[in-house]
């Protein structure tokens, strides 16, 4: 009788085997964090460097009654800075962006009237600053935008005069204001840090300078091509 006990309990052992293994700890490996989708909401700072060129500086004066009239090419070195804000929905992108830089566009030109009068101007720029609105299209970490606004500058205008003899020199800055158009690509390096480089058109308002002597007539007026490529750090939300 006790032999049969024995089978008994051995059978009933081997048959709650895999119940009681079910019962054990499990020893898999732990599941690792999903990350976070790459987002381009939020704040950012940056700054930028580039140039402008092949825009037109136009100039139009008159020296003793005889009108002057010139145009030409005005470029030079630009550096400054930018901040805005980007709102991501689904893959499309807007945002608005201001910017602020140091920029010596510049030129000169000397024109004559009639053989009579001669003229001589050199416009330069202090500054140029944008606010714009951007829409883009982002594949995850790299953005493709359209970007447009306002725009403003600061434009110093210098003019030498020999007329009848008689010589005057005069210089005096105004404030311009205009519009500005472009597109640019961003790429992010990093979850915070990306680079980008953009182009803008910028066109500017006539203003007339010197409003009394010898070149009460000279107005002037600028529009310049932007080509610029700047890094921007990131804050998300």
């Given amino acids: 009788m006790f032999k049969n006990f024995t089978v008994v309990a051995v059978a009933a052992l081997i048959a709650s085997g895999p119940a009681f293994a079910a019962d054990l700890p499990s020893r898999s490996a732990p599941v690792a964090p999903v990350a976070p989708a790459f987002t381009w909401t939020g ?48 893959s499309f ?25 001669t003229a001589t101007a050199k416009m330069s720029t202090d500054y140029l600053a944008t606010v714009r609105g951007r829409i883009g299209y982002a594949w995850d970490r790299v953005l493709v935008y359209a970007t447009g606004g306002v725009a403003f500058t600061k434009i110093e205008l210098s003019a030498h005069a020999v007329a009848g003899g008689v010589a005057a020199a005069a210089s005096q800055s105004k404030t311009h204001t205009g519009w500005a158009l472009g597109a640019g690509v961003e790429a ?50």
Wanted: no cysteine; net charge neutral.
């Fill in 43 to 90: 704040f950012y700072l940056g700054a930028n460097v580039g140039a402008g060129f092949g825009g037109d500086f136009r100039l139009r004066d008159t020296v003793a009654a005889l009108p002057v009239e010139a145009k030409l090419s005005a470029g030079g070195f630009i550096a400054g800075g930018q901040a805005g804000f980007n709102y991501q929905m689904g």
């Fill in 93 to 117: 992108v807007v945002g608005i962006e201001g910017d602020l830089a140091y920029a010596d566009l510049k030129n000169s030109v000397t024109a004559s009237a009639a053989g009579h009068a």
């Fill in 188 to 237: 992010a390096l990093t979850d915070n840090i990306s680079a980008k480089a953009e182009y803008l058109y910028v066109d500017f308002d006539k203003k007339r300078y010197f409003p009394s002597g010898i070149h009460s007539g000279l107005r002037g007026d600028l529009n310049s091509h932007i080509i610029r490529v700047g890094v921007n750090y990131r804050f998300g939300l």
